[in-house]
Protein backbone atom coordinates (compact mmCIF):
# COMPACT_ATOMS: atom_id res chain seq x y z
CA UNK A 1 0.00 0.00 0.00
CA UNK A 2 2.39 2.54 -1.09
CA UNK A 3 1.95 6.40 -0.10
CA UNK A 4 -1.09 5.31 2.21
CA UNK A 5 -1.46 4.96 6.06
CA UNK A 6 -3.73 2.15 7.68
CA UNK A 7 -5.44 2.53 10.53
CA UNK A 8 -6.83 -0.94 11.99
CA UNK A 9 -10.09 -0.02 13.83
CA UNK A 10 -11.51 -3.19 16.54
CA UNK A 11 -14.75 -2.70 18.50
CA UNK A 12 -16.10 -5.31 21.04
CA UNK A 13 -20.07 -5.23 20.59
CA UNK A 14 -22.55 -4.80 23.29
CA UNK A 15 -24.05 -8.43 23.22
CA UNK A 16 -26.93 -9.04 21.13
CA UNK A 17 -26.30 -5.79 19.13
CA UNK A 18 -24.26 -7.31 15.80
CA UNK A 19 -27.21 -6.87 13.50
CA UNK A 20 -28.47 -3.53 14.95
CA UNK A 21 -24.44 -2.35 14.68
CA UNK A 22 -23.56 -3.80 11.13
CA UNK A 23 -27.27 -1.62 9.77
CA UNK A 24 -26.09 1.38 11.50
CA UNK A 25 -22.05 1.44 10.42
CA UNK A 26 -22.84 0.38 6.89
CA UNK A 27 -25.62 2.88 6.13
CA UNK A 28 -23.97 5.95 7.59
CA UNK A 29 -20.12 5.52 7.48
CA UNK A 30 -18.84 4.24 5.08
CA UNK A 31 -20.23 7.44 3.04
CA UNK A 32 -19.30 9.95 5.95
CA UNK A 33 -15.60 8.28 5.94
CA UNK A 34 -15.17 8.23 1.79
CA UNK A 35 -16.30 12.11 1.52
CA UNK A 36 -13.13 12.73 4.28
CA UNK A 37 -10.78 11.29 1.50
CA UNK A 38 -10.72 7.64 3.35
CA UNK A 39 -10.86 4.60 1.54
CA UNK A 40 -12.24 1.23 3.47
CA UNK A 41 -9.49 -1.39 2.93
CA UNK A 42 -12.05 -4.39 4.17
CA UNK A 43 -14.68 -4.65 7.01
CA UNK A 44 -15.35 -8.08 8.83
CA UNK A 45 -18.30 -8.88 11.51
CA UNK A 46 -17.33 -11.94 13.82
CA UNK A 47 -20.75 -12.50 15.99
CA UNK A 48 -19.46 -15.39 18.05
CA UNK A 49 -17.40 -12.84 19.62
CA UNK A 50 -19.47 -10.09 18.68
CA UNK A 51 -16.57 -8.02 17.60
CA UNK A 52 -16.24 -5.30 14.46
CA UNK A 53 -13.26 -5.23 12.78
CA UNK A 54 -12.18 -3.16 9.67
CA UNK A 55 -9.44 -1.21 8.65
CA UNK A 56 -9.12 2.33 6.39
CA UNK A 57 -6.25 4.07 4.74
CA UNK A 58 -5.86 7.65 3.55
CA UNK A 59 -3.56 8.85 1.01
CA UNK A 60 0.25 9.88 3.10
CA UNK A 61 1.83 9.21 6.01
CA UNK A 62 0.48 9.18 9.42
CA UNK A 63 0.62 12.93 10.43
CA UNK A 64 -1.61 13.09 7.23
CA UNK A 65 -4.01 10.91 8.33
CA UNK A 66 -4.21 12.21 11.75
CA UNK A 67 -4.60 15.81 10.31
CA UNK A 68 -7.84 13.79 8.46
CA UNK A 69 -8.90 12.29 11.21
CA UNK A 70 -9.27 15.55 12.78
CA UNK A 71 -10.99 16.91 10.08
CA UNK A 72 -13.54 13.89 10.50
CA UNK A 73 -14.31 14.12 14.24
CA UNK A 74 -15.91 18.11 13.87
CA UNK A 75 -17.59 17.36 10.82
CA UNK A 76 -21.15 17.54 12.05
CA UNK A 77 -22.95 14.79 10.28
CA UNK A 78 -20.38 12.28 12.23
CA UNK A 79 -21.67 13.42 15.27
CA UNK A 80 -25.05 12.52 14.50
CA UNK A 81 -24.38 9.56 13.36
CA UNK A 82 -22.71 8.77 16.08
CA UNK A 83 -25.06 10.36 18.67
CA UNK A 84 -27.13 7.23 17.13
CA UNK A 85 -24.81 4.51 17.32
CA UNK A 86 -25.31 1.31 18.74
CA UNK A 87 -23.13 0.72 22.29
CA UNK A 88 -19.15 -0.02 21.79
CA UNK A 89 -18.16 -2.34 25.13
CA UNK A 90 -14.89 -1.55 24.11
CA UNK A 91 -12.67 0.20 21.08
CA UNK A 92 -9.01 -0.52 19.93
CA UNK A 93 -7.62 1.64 17.04
CA UNK A 94 -3.75 1.86 16.05
CA UNK A 95 -1.38 1.93 13.46
CA UNK A 96 -0.34 -1.59 12.70
CA UNK A 97 3.06 -2.23 11.11
CA UNK A 98 3.09 -4.62 8.55
CA UNK A 99 5.32 -7.18 8.86
CA UNK A 100 4.60 -9.54 5.42
Known amino acids: MTGRTLMLRRYL ?15 RIPALRERAGFAIEWAYLD ?23 EAYAADPERAAAIAVAP ?3 DVSIGFPERVR
Open 13 to 27: LAAGTADEFLSWWSS
Open 47 to 69: REAETFTWAISHPGDEAAFRAAE
Open 87 to 89: PLV
